[in-house]
């Protein structure tokens, strides 16, 4: 096998958009197979993007022969059993975030592709991003001494997704929670390659049985004693994201840090006697990153190597939700 041939369940606009061009301009991955809900909708669209086989069911698309491996792309209830259901067809999983709905089906994510001997990798993209890898550098370098707060945010305005189910508890899980607060939280793990220990969260409005929070902030204690912070919401008039790393001897900042294919600036501070005693920016081009972590994921498969970011990261994600999601208590 020279490529990984794939078949993305859950063909709507984000992966039209996002995953189909990504696994395209991969080098050792191709598309093969899509599938919608609905049969017209899903052969039109194959016609349309060019890609041979269009199906409207998960097990029609998991059994077909030109199928490697899955990109589920679909609502996050569905992550769970479509999992399953390709991984018992025996083939390779790489699933959006937030993992599960819960952390019991992670775990069983995880028993059944083992059990069946097929990889699995959560997409938490922003991993092969160079200006995350730099700040993680940077702080295993002891750039700006020990760290004491780490903080991310991300916000944009709900009312523009055309994920209609995004605030429906039952499909979503949670609300900005689970949809764009776990990008800040994984990268927030990886930068400082710590876990975290404990949670406390603020919701609003509070989630019920059939709705989710559309606003939340967390307050995380990680093993070292660095207090993490994240701030992630649905209501904003923009869209923006942020990270800030603040250290006994300096701080790292980068705006935008989840925007991939552009130079962001990455700005360091140094401190001497409570005055920015030195201040650099490095501006660090960051790539497409669904295109990495599609040949990522691809390499795996071809050269028999796990995933860097395995079911188990994926599942200590999880952790974290489910306690952010239902406050109090360590994790």
């Not at 903080?151 to 605030?167: G, I, K, P, Q, V």
């Not at 004693?225 to 992630?232: D, P, S, V």
């Not at 490095?282 to 795996?300: A, G, Q, T």
Request: proline letters at 4%; glycine letters at 8%.
């Amino acid at each position: 096998m020279e490529k990984v041939r794939y078949g993305i369940i859950g063909c709507g606009r984000f992966a039209e958009k996002t995953i189909v061009g990504a696994i395209r301009a991969s080098k050792n991955s191709e598309l093969t197979a899509i599938q919608k809900r609905s049969r017209p909708a899903a052969e039109d669209k194959a016609r349309e993007l060019g890609v041979p086989f269009a199906f409207d069911t998960v097990d029609d698309l998991v059994h077909h022969s030109a199928v490697d491996a899955v990109f589920i792309v679909s609502a996050n209830s569905a992550h769970h059993p479509e999992t399953l259901a390709a991984a018992k067809a025996g083939k390779h999983v790489l699933v959006e975030k937030p993992m599960a709905m819960n952390s019991r089906e992670g775990e069983e994510m995880i028993n059944v592709c083992a059990a069946h001997q097929v990889k699995l990798m959560v997409g938490h993209m922003l991993r092969f991003s160079p200006l995350i890898d730099r700040i993680r550098s940077l702080i295993s370098e002891g750039e700006i001494g020990r760290v004491v707060v780490a903080r991310a945010e991300f916000m944009y305005d709900a009312r523009l997704s055309h994920r209609t189910w995004l605030l429906d508890r039952r499909v979503a899980g949670g609300g900005p929670t689970y949809d764009i607060g776990v990008h800040c939280l994984d990268t927030l793990r990886y930068v400082l390659d710590d876990e975290v220990t404990g949670v406390e969260s603020q919701l609003e409005p509070m989630p019920t049985d059939e709705t989710t929070e559309s606003i939340a902030h967390l307050q995380l204690r990680f093993s070292h004693g660095t207090i993490g912070a994240i701030f992630c919401s649905f209501v904003a008039p923009i869209r923006r994201t942020w990270i800030e790393i603040v250290g006994t001897d300096g701080l790292i900042g980068a705006s935008d840090f989840t925007v991939g294919e552009r130079k962001t600036p990455l700005t360091i501070t140094r401190g001497w006697k409570a005055e920015p005693a030195d201040i650099r920016v490095e501006k660090i081009r960051v790539p497409n990153l669904y295109v990495e972590e599609v040949s990522h994921f691809s390499d795996c498969i071809l050269n028999n190597r796990e995933p860097a970011l395995s079911g188990l990261n994926g599942l200590r994600n999880q952790r974290v939700l489910d306690r952010a999601m239902n406050p109090g208590g360590a994790v």
